[in-house]
C-alpha cells in the first residue's frame, strides 16, 4: 500500500485518512487550579519521606518517566511496575496498566497511600496541606474552601496533568499535511508500522492508550514479574495478561519498555512486539526504520517553570524518611 504524498502544505492536504491522528495543545481554562497542581506534583512532603513526589517517578524532564525497569518507592523499596509516562495520560480510556483508575484525579490518590510509593495516608497528606498558611490560602482562592479534602487535592493535581500534551511532533506535522516533516527512511517505518498491523492497537492520538489488550498474542511472552494486568480489575481469566495498550507518544524518551520494564531499546521492544504480536520477524532494515518512524513521534516537552513550594509551619509535621 501506498500513502498518496500530497505536494503542498495547505490544510486541505491533511490526512485525515490515516489510523493516528495528530494531538492539540491543551486550552488552560482555569491557571490558578494548574498552578497549584502543578505545585502538588512536584512537592515531596506528600509522602512519609518528605523525599518523594510525583515527579521523582514521572519525571518531566525525562519524557514524565524514571527510566528504571520498576519505580523505586519508600525506604528504596522495588516497586511491582514500570512507571508509565504522565505525558498525554489524559488521552487515555483509564490510567495504570489494569486501567484500575477511571480518571487521572482518581488515579493521583493512589500513590500518595500506596506503602511502596509514597507510603502516606490522605488524612496526614490534608493535615500537612493545612499546616502550611500560603497552601490554605491557594485552596481557598482556587476551590473556594478552607476546608479542602483528597478530592480537591488530586483535581488540582489532574489539572496540572491535562497540561502535559506533547503537540508539533514530526509526525503531526506530516498528517497535518506537511511532506518534509519526516525523512523517506521514517515514512518507511511508517508504513511498515501501519500495514504490518501495528495500528490495530496503537492508534487515534495517543497511538495507545484506548484499549486493553494481551501481551503475546501470537507467541506467550516470557518474565519473571508477577503482575498479570487487567484481570485484577475485573476478575476474568480472559483478561489475564492484559495490559493497557501504552501510549507511543515522546516513546524515544520513556525506555526501558513494557510493563515490566524488560525491554531496554526500542530496537528490541518493535522486535519482541513484531514477533509476539503479530508473527513478524522484521529484518534489521525494517527495524531500523520503525525505530526512525517512532522517534518522530516526540513532541513539544511541556515548559514547566519550576514551582517554588511554600515553606512548613511550625506545626507542619516532620518527615519520616527511615520509617
Ligand atoms: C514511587 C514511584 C511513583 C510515584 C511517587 C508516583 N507514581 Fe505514578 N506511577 C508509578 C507506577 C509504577 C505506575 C504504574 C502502576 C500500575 O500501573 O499499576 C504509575 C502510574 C501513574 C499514572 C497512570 C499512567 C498511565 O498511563 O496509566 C499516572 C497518571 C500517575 N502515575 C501519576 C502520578 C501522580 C499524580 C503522582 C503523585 C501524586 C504519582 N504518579 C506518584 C510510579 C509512581
Ligand atoms: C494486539 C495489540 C498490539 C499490537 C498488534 C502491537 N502492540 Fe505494541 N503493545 C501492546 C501492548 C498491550 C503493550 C504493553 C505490553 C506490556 O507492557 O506488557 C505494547 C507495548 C509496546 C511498546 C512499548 C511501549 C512502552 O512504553 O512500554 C512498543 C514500543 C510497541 N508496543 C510497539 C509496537 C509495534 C512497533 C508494533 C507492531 C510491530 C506493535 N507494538 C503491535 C499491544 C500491541
Not at 487521572?104 to 498558611?133: V, W, Y
Not at 478552607?146 to 480537591?152: A, K, L
Not at 497535518?176 to 519526516?182: M, N, R, S
Request: aromatic letters at 8%.
Amino acid at each position: 500500500m501506498t500513502v498518496a504524498l500530497a505536494s503542498t502544505h495547505s490544510p486541505a492536504s491533511t490526512r485525515t485518512a490515516e489510523p493516528v491522528s495528530p494531538i492539540q495543545a491543551t486550552e488552560i481554562r482555569h491557571p490558578a487550579r494548574v498552578e497549584l497542581g502543578k505545585k502538588l506534583f512536584f512537592d515531596p512532603r506528600l509522602s512519609r519521606s518528605g523525599f518523594i513526589s510525583c515527579n521523582s517517578c514521572h519525571n518531566l524532564s525525562m519524557g514524565g518517566s524514571d527510566n528504571l525497569k520498576t519505580s523505586i518507592g519508600h525506604k528504596w523499596q522495588m516497586g511491582p511496575i514500570n512507571s508509565p509516562t504522565v505525558l498525554n495520560s489524559s488521552l487515555n480510556v483509564a490510567q495504570f496498566w489494569d486501567g484500575r483508575a477511571k480518571s487521572l484525579a482518581e488515579q493521583a490518590g493512589g500513590p500518595i497511600a500506596n506503602p511502596k510509593e509514597m507510603a502516606f495516608t490522605h488524612d496526614l497528606a490534608i493535615d500537612m496541606l493545612r499546616s502550611i498558611p500560603q497552601y490554605i490560602e491557594e485552596f481557598r482562592a482556587v476551590f473556594g474552601t478552607e476546608q479542602f479534602t483528597i478530592t480537591e487535592v488530586t483535581e488540582a493535581i489532574a489539572a496540572f496533568e491535562e497540561t502535559l500534551v506533547t503537540p508539533n511532533a514530526r509526525f503531526d506535522k506530516w498528517l497535518e499535511g506537511d511532506d518534509d516533516a519526516i525523512s523517506a527512511q521514517e515514512l518507511n517505518g511508517y508504513q511498515l508500522f501501519r500495514n504490518s498491523g501495528c495500528v490495530a492497537c496503537h492508534h487515534g492520538p495517543n497511538l495507545g492508550g484506548t484499549s486493553f489488550q494481551k501481551m503475546g498474542i501470537v507467541e506467550p511472552y516470557t518474565t519473571d514479574n508477577p503482575e498479570e494486568g487487567r484481570i485484577a480489575v475485573t476478575g476474568e481469566d480472559a483478561d489475564r495478561f492484559n495490559f493497557k495498550v501504552p501510549t507511543l507518544r515522546n516513546v524515544e524518551l520513556t525506555y526501558p519498555y513494557f510493563h515490566d520494564g524488560a525491554a531496554d531499546t526500542l530496537s528490541q521492544a518493535v522486535d519482541i512486539m513484531g514477533r509476539i504480536q503479530l508473527g513478524r520477524k522484521f529484518t534489521p532494515q525494517e527495524n531500523t526504520d520503525i525505530v526512525a518512524f517512532l522517534k518522530t513521534l516526540t513532541g513539544d516537552q511541556p515548559q514547566v517553570i519550576l514551582p517554588i513550594l511554600p515553606p512548613s509551619s511550625d506545626m507542619t509535621p516532620r518527615p519520616a524518611p527511615f520509617e
